[in-house]
């Protein structure tokens, strides 16, 4: 008992809970942050080369519109929009707007599968 | 609300705070910025459109003003998930160090980018015979 109180608990504990969707939201809003942070700079930087040289801009493209381009496309405008969508949750957490339980789990519910649905819609017309 | 218990640097409230102003940034750049990217890529965009638009100084000054929404967004980010999951408090410190240098270097390097358009002929990897 003593030795518990001297170590205090670290995280991640993610053992120790009962997996809810709730949880996994809030995991999956720090995975998709990290793609998105190893991404976002690399896509910014390539828009703007593009947009600065005709060479460039050829390359991009034919890049883009590779298999790996493309894949790396879907994934990021998936985990963005993911990200935006828990984002906006999270937000409207901050001002009060959903503060109960029930209304976390409903809008966790709603960005879950409003990404799934995108995920899929983006897959057909990309 | 500003809550008295600040911590020992007195700065507790400053990283809640700009990574919420960050994201309503990011919020209102980040679709337009990818809409363009999108229409790029399905060939909607051609070069010259893409050029006009890009080097306008209103959109420079707009790259810049989401250059840094996204690195303060980043910075807050990974600061917390670092904070929250390496334990050793130097291999803690060196990472958000290096952290920091990173985004910093790339802060410069980008912004050195979008205003003086003349480094693009040796910034980029495929470069303009020049």
């Known amino acids: ?126 | 609300m500003k809550h008295q218990d600040l911590g020992t640097a007195h700065t507790g409230f400053h990283d809640w705070y700009w990574q919420r102003i960050s994201a309503v940034v990011l919020l209102f750049s980040i679709p337009v910025l990818m809409g363009i990217l999108l229409l790029t890529y399905n060939g909607n965009i051609s070069f010259n459109q893409l050029n006009t638009w890009l080097t306008h100084p209103i959109s420079k000054a707009a790259s810049i003003l989401f250059l840094f929404a996204l690195l303060t967004h980043v910075w807050t980010g990974l600061k917390v998930i670092i904070e929250d999951y390496v334990h050793t408090t130097a291999a803690r410190v060196i990472l958000l160090n290096i952290l920091l240098l990173l985004l910093a270097g790339f802060a410069a390097y980008m912004s050195y980018h979008i205003w003086a358009e003349l480094t693009y002929t040796w910034g980029c990897i495929p470069c303009e015979g020049k």
């Open chain 1, 1 to 126: 008992m003593i030795q518990e109180m001297k170590q205090p608990p670290l995280s991640p504990r993610l053992s120790i809970y009962k997996w809810r969707l709730t949880m996994f939201a809030s995991i999956a809003h720090r995975a998709s942050g990290i793609f998105l942070v190893l991404v976002m700079p690399l896509l910014f930087w390539l828009l703007l080369s593009m947009a600065h040289g005709k060479t460039t801009y050829a390359f991009g493209l034919y890049w883009l519109q590779g298999s790996f381009g493309t894949l790396i496309l879907w994934l990021t405008c998936v985990a963005l929009f993911y990200h935006m969508a828990n984002g906006i949750r999270f937000l409207l957490l901050d001002i009060g707007k959903t503060d109960s339980r029930e209304a976390m789990k409903l809008s966790a519910k709603i960005v879950v599968f409003s990404s799934i649905i995108f995920a899929l819609v983006l897959a057909i017309k990309i």
